[in-house]
């Protein structure tokens, strides 16, 4: 009876410590680096069906962006962002959408441009835009929601192509090390470190920026030489901007870009801002690996 009572003890003991099954934990929050891996080398044209989304067009891959041209109309992938954009809203996207993942609308310039963001669950977000000189706004998010439903395609699908960057290419340039230097201390401002931006092409330091990437259109303007390159000063806004080219390692007929820029944080910039991008240009500028 007591060997019994014993075992019986035992059996109920052992079934109170069995393991409890586990549990279904669901789908996992898509974030942008799951979706994209390394934005330093994301090929933005890789998330574009071109001949399902514009048929004809010629996609053209950036460092940070795929542009696509069909005629007057132009298709931009990317970039990606992280900042707040009160521009951007809610909206009922018709296809499916991965968990943790918005797909949202930008009234900005909403009279000539589609703009659509995919918001991913670390708060990073992938813009695309339809942009042309139509009336048409309803044919023109027909092609963005298309976009999207490209590029959501191509990341669930694990289709996200990579570029390679050949030796000499600014692709390979880190620009917050071209910033980090006091010959850029009066342009930038007093104070403040260099900041790069979320695809490693791009650094902001006080009112200096620097972008590098693969041109899409001619720089316009008369060129200088700046730092012993040729380079096209020209003002947009509050920005005064400074353009240099070098033929493309590996990609024939195209050019890379850098892209200078001082901010007039006062209002409207003129030959004082010009003046401090020229600084900043002849001390960047001569660092730039050349092909």
Known sequence: MAVAMLCALLTAGCAATQAAPEQNSGPTPLTAAD??????????????????????????????????????????????????????????????????????????????????????ADGNRLDLSVTD?????????????????????????????????????????????????????????PGGRP??????????????????TVETAEPAGPSEKLGGRDARVRLAGAFCLVDATQPAPGLPGRRELAEISVVETAGTAGDATCALARTAATSILPRLPTP
């Open 35 to 120: 979706a994209l891996g390394d934005f330093g080398s994301v090929d933005y044209c890789s998330l574009l069906n071109v001949p399902a989304v514009a048929p004809g067009a010629v996609a053209v891959p950036t460092f940070e962006s795929c542009h696509a041209q069909a005629g007057p109309r132009t298709i931009l992938v990317g970039p990606l962002a992280f900042d707040s954009d009160p521009n951007i809203k809610p909206y009922d996207y018709p296809g499916p959408v991965p968990d943790g993942v918005a797909v949202q609308q930008s009234m900005f310039n909403d009279r000539s441009a589609c703009t659509r963001a995919i918001t991913f």
């Open 133 to 189: 000189n139509g009336s048409d706004q309803g044919g023109r998010c027909d092609v963005a929601d298309a976009a999207v439903g490209s590029a959501l395609a191509a990341i669930t699908a694990h289709k996200v192509g990579r570029l390679t960057f050949p030796d000499r290419s600014w692709g390979r340039v880190a620009p917050c090390v071209l910033l980090d230097t006091h010959d850029l201390d009066s342009a930038a401002g």
């Open 195 to 212: 900041a790069t931006g979320l695809s490693g092409h791009s650094c902001i330091r006080g009112k200096v920026s620097l972008k590098l």
